[in-house]
């Protein structure tokens, strides 16, 4: 790798890196403050929210991405061309073509990665995600109680708690019945008590203090009475629904499984066939858009110093964010729905969003060309001739006339 290669990879790395980070963690934030809203208000434990958010990472790292790339090599193109670097670069005999070499380097890498992420990490990371959700509402996570209402927990067991302490999650003015399978009956009420579950969320461990128990034989015929200072209190749970097997989403199933079951189904006998098909063709074009990005990019980057354009830059990242909003929301959703083949609705987007990119990027490359020639000309020297006058096409820049020189030295020095 050249000097060049390492000074262009220098330029596009580093906004590369910040805009990546940045991007990430805004989407991030945001998606935290709407996963402790969503567990706590199913009463869940906080942790559950780490690692929902671990496995919703692979999906936002597939949509920052490619607005990270796309800003690091704008960015980098326009610093370039703002401190004239890159009239250097091609004064030295460095083209366009030359300078993008090390780019489409690196951008190769990071095609490789992205048909990984969106082909295997992320299908993976989003059925672990739909599965965590799924136990939280489903209270595998820990048995959801409201307050002051009654709840039945499990086959003839009711609750009711008149208070929890948000501090110590203890509740207050417990009320228990347990309604045997022989007619019998067991009442608890307790002051205070801690509520919890095993490890494996079959057994409701109640720890509770300063109660009564009240034992009601089968028959209603005796009463037994217990009064107690503390009283540990265990409680069958019933199983926890089982998640759906991965599959049933288009979007949870690998490249692999894409691709065996468009291959082996067809749209009569399978359901969700176009589903599956219109997003094998998402896989595949998704990191081919790197390919097209630089272009872009380059297009949008490189302006004059003196008319330094702030609308391209601007324009390249709407450009880039509706191409990606078209073939996500448009062509992926008509092809699932059979509306349009995939060869025309996401393929022909793809050929559109090439054709596109490479129309700005000569046009932007001969702009500057000539915005580079115009600077070379209007920094020319005046020439001086033999007989003292000035060059012809210096006058027409500005420059004193012929005849208005001072007068030449005709004489000849004598030896």
Not at 247 to 276: I, N, Q
Request: aromatic letters at 8%; one cysteine or more; charged letters at 20%.
């Amino acid at each position: 790798m050249g000097l060049i290669d390492r000074y262009i990879l220098r330029a596009v790395t580093t906004p590369l890196g910040l805009a990546l980070c940045v991007a990430g963690m805004l989407l991030l934030i945001e998606q935290m403050l709407r996963l402790f809203d969503f567990v706590l208000a199913e009463q869940g434990p906080v942790e559950v929210v780490w690692r929902m958010l671990a496995n919703l990472i692979p999906h936002y790292l597939g949509l920052a991405l490619p607005l990270g790339a796309f800003l690091g090599v704008m960015l980098a193109f326009r610093a370039l061309s703002m401190s004239s670097e890159l009239d250097a670069l091609h004064s030295s005999g460095a083209s366009m073509r030359r300078l993008l070499r090390p780019i489409y380097g690196l951008f190769l890498v990071l095609m490789a990665f992205d048909f990984a992420l969106v082909s295997y990490i992320e299908p993976l990371a989003r059925y672990r995600y739909e599965q965590i959700r799924f136990d939280v509402t489903t209270g595998a996570f820990g048995v959801k109680i409201p307050q002051g209402a009654f709840v039945d927990i499990a086959d003839g067991v009711t609750i009711r708690l008149g208070g929890v302490n948000s501090e110590t999650r203890e509740a207050e003015d417990i009320f228990l019945e347990q309604r045997g399978a022989d007619g019998g009956l067991a009442t608890v009420t307790a002051r205070y008590g801690a509520i919890s579950t095993n490890p494996d969320f079959t057994r409701l461990l109640l720890k509770l203090r300063d109660g009564r128990q009240l034992f009601v034989d089968p028959n209603a015929a005796r009463v037994n009475a217990l009064s107690f200072d503390s009283f540990d209190l265990e409680v069958e749970l019933p199983a926890s629904a089982v998640f759906r097997s991965r599959g049933g989403d288009a979007r949870e199933a690998t490249f692999d499984e894409l691709l065996a079951s468009v291959r082996s189904g067809s749209r009569a006998s399978d359901p969700l066939w176009d589903a599956y098909r219109a997003r094998l063709h998402w896989v595949v074009i998704h990191p081919l858009s790197y390919l097209v990005m630089p272009i872009l990019a380059v297009a949008m980057g490189v302006t004059g110093r003196r008319r330094a354009s702030t609308l391209k830059p601007v324009a390249g990242v709407a450009i880039l964010i509706v191409y990606h909003e078209l073939l996500e929301e448009w062509g992926q959703i008509a092809v699932r729905d059979g509306a349009l083949s995939p060869y025309v609705a996401m393929w022909g987007l793809l050929a559109a969003f090439a054709a596109l990119s490479v129309a700005l990027y000569n046009r932007s490359v001969d702009q500057a060309r000539v915005a580079r020639v115009a600077a070379r000309q209007e920094a020319k020297p005046p020439r001086v001739l033999v007989e003292g006058g000035l060059d012809a096409d210096s006058a027409s820049d500005g420059a004193e006339p012929a005849d208005m020189a001072e007068p030449a030295l005709t004489g000849r020095a004598s030896s």
